[in-house]
């Protein structure tokens, strides 16, 4: 069969920070698609708000260069950049769907870690060729020998033993930030010896297959992502599997429920580096954008409308993690959000259907309440508060576990937990693991004072366990986790061992109440902040809740006091940020999210409607 050799499709994957999108900024300039002095961001490719405040790829998205190689001739690259944290895995599944080929990326002091091993994972199951990168060769703590046989090993951990010739990879040591790679391996610490990237585009394109094609084939073209624009409405990105695509062409539309109906496309783009440029025509192996089906789904095929042959719908992992997503429900109710029905609500979760094939919502008993289950806390985190900054208040639940039967038993899904940790805090994090049912696989001791720890632990031992994990590690220690699997329940256990302070009435909170309170735990309210019955208001050390009065003020009276008004000295408050009070949750608490505050809040408000659950709990 004929291929476009003018045509390579390639994914860059790897774990969180590891330098993908750095990668694709040097990519770009070298390819010439910004012009000298051009102002152009760094991490150019992270457009959402909430990509560069957290420093990652939520988002999987594509871009185009076009690269001069040495003999003179031209080619195209499309290079999808994917995120690195396992919980928009539903976006490196898209994603590696596009391509042909991978690009690896491993960091040369931090090795392979579990997000490593979940990429990887998905490149070798689709049989894709994989180009190895070790990035940051010039960190004064790179161990690149170390690093690569690390990567060897992770290989033979997850190919069969049919499968060796995936052994036989090709190696390129990069600096991203400094735009050079090279295929001899440097020193530790030191600088590629190419001033350039001109060789890892080399070994793309003598790794990466060109797209093959045959001729007169049927039309099939894959919907793998969406996005909107304000004046051609829903865009549907395609890989062209086979046959030609046309702007003003009449395509079968091959739908997820299996009906197929015949559509006009009224517009055909094609990606030249950050912009979408008008096209007339895509062959196969082209990533285009197609404008004209207003309610098209991720997944569906367009085909020839004389012949239409669908291809597979893409298939994701289960959701792992949920939590209720519904009104806002507290007293406060309505002061700062525009979004406050249970229809507008429920319409924004569907929106978000449309795009996120890991997503799934749910109907609950209430019919102001959704169950959404997604990959993990961060993954529905991520969704929270793109609704908050949308103007919506919600009341949010506390992140649970999603549990499968099988073969008649309970199974939940357990989690690989990579930590690294300075050595006196071994004993610690192990005994904290225990309590949470974790298994420790490995040990690894780099002889640098760190250790590297490897467990398999139920999810819901780690929901809420990153904040203690912080507090006893004094802020050093680092954790990673990744989706393993599922295995039978592992039954009860606590992971939260301190308790509430619980307001116990409305108000406002005064200084002279929080003087006296501050002795009892940790505040997360400071003076002039509004409470109400039933809102947390800070930690208590003790396993039980304590109600308390935040708003108490001081007796006036008409006698002066000889020695004076002592100045009263506050601890500043503990702000949470909200996936720290997601984490903070127990079981019967939930968060009061608006657009400008988060609140943990007890899910029965009143002191007596707790006391009648605790009474009937005992009880049952």
């Not at 569906?300 to 806002?328: A, C, F, Q, R, Y």
């Not at 940020?577 to 019967?588: H, I, N, P, R, T």
Request: glycine share 8%; net charge negative; proline share 6%.
């Amino acid at each position: 069969m004929p291929f476009r050799q003018d045509l390579r499709n390639v994914a860059i994957v790897a774990h969180v920070d590891h330098g993908k999108t750095t990668l694709v900024d040097a990519m770009l300039w070298q390819s010439g698609a910004f012009r000298e002095g051009s102002d152009v961001n760094n991490r150019v490719m992270d457009s959402m708000d909430l990509e560069r405040e957290k420093g990652i790829t939520i988002l999987a998205k594509n871009t185009a260069v076009r690269h001069r190689r040495p003999d003179g001739s031209e080619a195209t690259i499309n290079i999808i950049d994917t995120p690195g944290h396992a919980d928009f895995g539903g976006e490196v599944e898209r994603g590696l769907e596009m391509v042909d080929g991978v690009i690896l990326l491993v960091d040369a002091s931090e090795g392979p870690l579990p997000q490593t091993r979940f990429v990887l994972r998905k490149a070798l199951a689709k049989k894709l060729p994989i180009i190895v990168v070790v990035n940051k060769v010039d960190r004064a703590d790179a161990r690149i020998s170390a690093v690569i046989d690390e990567t060897y090993g992770l290989f033979m951990d997850l190919i069969d033993d049919d499968a060796a010739d995936v052994l036989d990879f090709p190696i390129v040591f990069a600096s991203a930030k400094a735009g050079r790679a090279s295929t001899t391996q440097p020193a530790d610490g030191q600088m590629p010896d190419s001033p350039n990237l001109e060789p890892l585009f080399e070994t793309l394109f003598a790794t990466i297959p060109a797209p093959e094609y045959e001729e007169g084939a049927v039309l099939q073209a894959h919907v793998t992502n969406l996005d909107a624009s304000p004046y051609l409405g829903r865009l549907a990105l395609c890989r062209v599997v086979a046959g030609e695509l046309k702007r003003g062409q009449q395509v079968a539309w091959c739908r997820t429920d299996g009906t197929i109906t015949n559509v006009k496309l009224t517009e055909l783009l094609k990606t030249e580096a950050l912009d979408r440029v008008q096209a007339d025509s895509a062959g196969p192996g082209d990533i285009v954008a197609i404008a004209g089906i207003p309610e098209i789904m991720i997944g569906e095929t367009l085909s020839d409308p004389e012949n239409p042959v669908p291809l597979p719908l893409i298939h994701v992992d289960h959701p792992s993690i949920s939590m209720t997503i519904g009104i806002n429900t507290s007293p406060l109710a309505g002061r700062a959000g525009k979004n406050l029905t249970a229809r507008l609500v429920k319409a924004r979760l569907d929106q978000e259907l449309v795009g996120n094939v890991s997503i799934k919502v749910r109907p609950t008993e209430r019919p102001d309440t959704w169950e959404v289950q997604g990959r993990g806390e961060l993954q529905l985190a991520i969704l929270v508060e793109m609704m908050r900054r949308e103007s919506f208040e919600l009341t949010v639940g506390k992140p649970q576990v999603v549990t499968r039967t099988i073969d008649g038993k309970l199974h939940e899904p357990i989690e690989r937990l990579t930590v690294d940790i300075p050595e006196e805090f071994v004993g610690t994090v192990t005994q904290l693991m225990g309590l949470r049912r974790g298994q420790m696989e490995q040990m690894v001791n780099h002889g640098t004072g760190w250790v590297r720890l490897e467990f398999l632990v139920p999810a819901r031992g780690l929901i809420g366990f990153r904040t203690e994990f912080l507090t006893e590690t004094r802020g050093t220690g680092i954790m990673n986790h990744v989706a393993e699997g599922y295995a039978p329940w592992a039954g009860d256990f606590r992971t939260r061992p301190t308790g509430s302070l619980v307001a116990d009435r409305t108000g406002v909170v005064t200084s002279y109440a929080l003087f006296n309170l501050q002795e009892r735990g940790t505040m997360f309210v400071g003076p002039g902040d509004e409470v109400y019955e039933g809102m947390i208001v800070g930690e208590n050390p003790r396993a039980e809740d304590m109600d308390v009065n935040p708003t108490k003020e001081k007796k006036l009276t008409n006698v002066r006091s000889s020695t004076g008004d002592e100045l009263e000295r506050l601890t500043p408050a503990k702000r949470l940020s909200m996936e720290q009070q997601l984490e903070f949750c127990a079981g019967d608490e939930c968060l009061e999210v608006t657009p400008t505050v988060v609140r943990i809040r007890k899910v029965a408000l009143s002191a007596n409607d707790r006391a009648k659950v605790r009474n009937r709990a005992k009880k049952g």
